[in-house]
């Protein structure tokens, strides 16, 4: 029976005894369902189970308080051993082995350490032996051979080590071997060839080496058979497709192996997945006809094909394939144009690959009918003429590459209508035109390449609004023209923007400060204007800014100091003034000021001359301070002065009065006209041009005065 025991989430010691006490509590569930025995059950599992009780050191459940020599607990055999999917972290008990009767035992998928325990050899009724996703170390115990009965033996996903045992050979019932995922080392052991009941073979990611293995392709038995990852040699059985007629399965890639693909492999009607890519295959591709089950086929990463006109006709063979699903025939060596018949290749297809070869001609229109395509490659070939505007209906792409080509014509306004697309990639074609609009419906797209083509026209604004871009979106080497859309600050999420080498003009938005995620920033050999933004000191993850040949002005902003930049290029602009020296201007390596004139001071290593205007500002402060202070000090005397000048200048007159008034009598007017007697003639002395002197006898003391 089978049985499922809570997990401990404990390690070390604790783990251990935990998963002791659960090979004891599902011995004792076993026990207690199984058919009785005969009285006194089976001794043999009754004393292997008590020699677990002997490793336990606490039992704070006391489950197992009632087993000792005296009472027969036990009165069952112990079959199977289910103990997969915990997180034990301890070595395998050795006492495991001790359990004679035991025919199934599942430990994968936890955490289990140390050697494989040779006592397994011991359970000479195991059926299946699953210790995969492990952390297994050590050999494969060659004695484990003694296992006649053993069908499945999965050890993948460890770290064992050595070499595979020749005693392999001595498990004449196994019917699946998993050693994958290993460091195993040598050569496929010829002894292999022993198990004739064998179906299932993976030996895949580890080191061995050698030539195919000739013993396992007499396996006539073979279902699936997966030797990729290894580096292995040589070329495969030219009746490789005959010897092994009920394969299902087989992978060889990323090996070391030659020689062209045997025609007998269109023998393999059962196959539904091949896969032989990243290897060294030449040649031609042989029918696969006969090979209506297939699903999955990879022959990329070779060297297959001549470059000639036919190179795909093979293609055609596969639309008998109703359920395929992926096929990656790329970088290769393929030539001529791609077949017409693409269009008859099964709708279930959602992986087409055909990515770095020597393809030419026009894309067919045909491709339209793949409607399930959600991956499509022809980048890196020689393609031409105009994308077919059916790609529109391949509504469920997420990913498109058409790059490295020599497409010509617009870019299909029909882009719009895949409203799953992820990744589109067009870059370095010859597509003219403007950029359409309808790509602002792609609310899915994170990466989009443009670049390296002949495009005119703005960026669509509906584009710059697409803030589901992320991570790549390039405009460069293009002849865009216009302002850059204020929408840029939509794309908050995008990780990496370059517009360079376009005609792009006006001031940078200062609304692109809002791309907070931004980390590459290149927009330089455009003809923007103006100031560099403040709004870009919010760009704090930046590590790359290029502004190079533009037409920027003012001076250089301190905030560049500040933020984490790797590497800054700002030559060949109108920039003046002071140059910083702290952050990334402190690396002269990482920063370009080249081509600014009016640019001055910095560290020594840029070259500049030295701020005069600063220097003249900076004197002129201190002596316009003097001349002020000064100035003001001769103001205040001046004044005093001229307030004590005036003073001193009216007190002088009061006194000059005062004088005056001292040497004159004050005569009245009656006084002078009774010392005249009324101004009489008999008085008058004589008559001048200012008039007449009169003589005259003032009352008050008789003196003679004249009066005129």
Known sequence: ????????????????????????????????????????????????LLDVKANIIIDPLGVLSSWNSSHHFCQCFLRVLDLQNNSFDSRIPLEVGHLSRLRHLYLNNNSLSGPIPPSLS???????????????????????????????????????????????GNFSSL??????????????????????????????????????????????????????????????????????PNLQFFSVTDNRFTGSIPQSISNMSQVNVFIITSNRFTGDVPSFRKMSNLDFFAIGGNYLGRGQANDLDFLCSLTNSTNLNIVDIGDNNFGGAMPKCIGNLSITLYMFVLEQNALSGTMPSSIGNLIHLEAFSVSANNFSGSIPPEIGNLKKVKEFYLDENMFTGEVPHTLGNLSMLVYLSMRKNNLLGTIPSSLGKCQSL???????????????????????????????LNNLTGELPVEIGNLKNLGKLDLSGNKLSGKIPSSLGSCTSLEYLYMGDNMFTGPVPSSLSSLRGIKELNLSHNRLSGQIPHFLEDLNLTSLD???????????TGGVFANTSATSVLGNEKLCGGLPEYRLPKCKSTGRSTNGRVRNVSIYTVSGILAIVFMLSLVCFLWNRKQRKTVASSSSNDRFLKVSYQDLLKATDGFSSANLVGTGSFGSVFKGVLALDQTTIAVK
Request: glycine residues 6%; contains cysteine; hydrophobic residues 45%.
């Open 122 to 168: 011991s359970c000479s009724n195991l059926l299946n032996i699953s210790l995969h996703y492990n952390r297994l170390q050590g050999y494969v115990p060659s004695n484990l051979s003694s296992l006649s009965k053993l069908r499945v033996l999965w050890l993948w996903h460890n770290g064992l080590s050595g070499e595979i045992p020749l005693s392999v």
């Open 175 to 244: 019917e699946s071997l998993h050693l994958g995922d290993n460091m195993l080392r040598g050569t496929v052991p010829d002894t292999l060839s022993n198990l004739r009941n064998l179906k299932y073979l993976a030996l895949a990611q580890n080191n061995l080496v050698g030539n195919f293995p000739s013993s396992v392709a007499n396996i006539s038995s073979m279902e699936d058979l997966d030797l990729g990852l290894n580096q292995l040699m040589g070329t495969l059985p030219l009746d490789l497709g005959i010897t092994l």
């Open 570 to 580: 700002l030559s060949f602009n109108n920039l003046q003034g002071n140059l910083p």
């Open 446 to 476: 994170s990466f989009l390449d443009l670049s390296d083509n002949k495009l005119a026209g703005a960026i669509p604004p509906e584009i710059m609004s697409l803030s589901s871009l992320s991570i790549y979106a390039s405009f460069s």
């Open 1 to 48: 029976m089978e049985s499922q025991l809570p997990l401990p989430h404990g390690r070390s010691l604790a783990a251990t005894l935990w998963l002791l006490l659960s090979i004891a509590a599902i011995a004792l569930v076993a026990c207690s369902m199984s058919d009785v025995q005969g009285a006194h059950g089976n001794e043999t599992d009754r004393f292997a």
